[in-house]
């Protein structure tokens, strides 16, 4: 099961293991209060695509196909299939638009 949840938001019990998948680390969160297991920043979208969706947000379809791209052949894609295979995992993002985001188009991949 792939779950996705903002970075802000507490951890619970259900999380499994958590991956952070942002580039940046985000603002305002401690590394030792983050309760994360691993911070993929290999799976996050390059900074390129990042910007140009920062740019233009009303574009989240043709945002999603050029990150779907980006992950293709990613060993760090491989590694979350195998860690969401095994149990549960939640990626962690820190944007504030919790559906039109890197992290859902990532777990709509590995639930696929």
Not at 59 to 84: C, K, Q, T
Not at 93 to 104: M, P, Y
């Amino acid at each position: 099961m792939v779950r996705v949840k903002r970075i802000y938001e507490q951890a619970a019990d259900g999380d499994g293991t958590r991956v952070l998948v942002d580039r940046l680390w985000p603002r305002g969160v401690r590394k030792e209060a983050a309760a994360i297991d691993w911070w993929a920043k290999e799976v996050a979208p390059s900074t390129a695509l990042r910007r140009w969706f920062h740019q233009q947000p009303e574009s989240f379809d043709e945002f999603a196909r050029a990150y779907r791209r980006e992950l293709e052949g990613n060993p760090a894609l491989d590694e979350l299939r195998r860690l969401a295979s095994a149990g549960t995992v939640t990626l962690l993002f820190a944007s504030r638009e919790r559906s039109r985001n890197h992290a859902t188009v990532l777990a709509e991949l590995l639930e696929g």
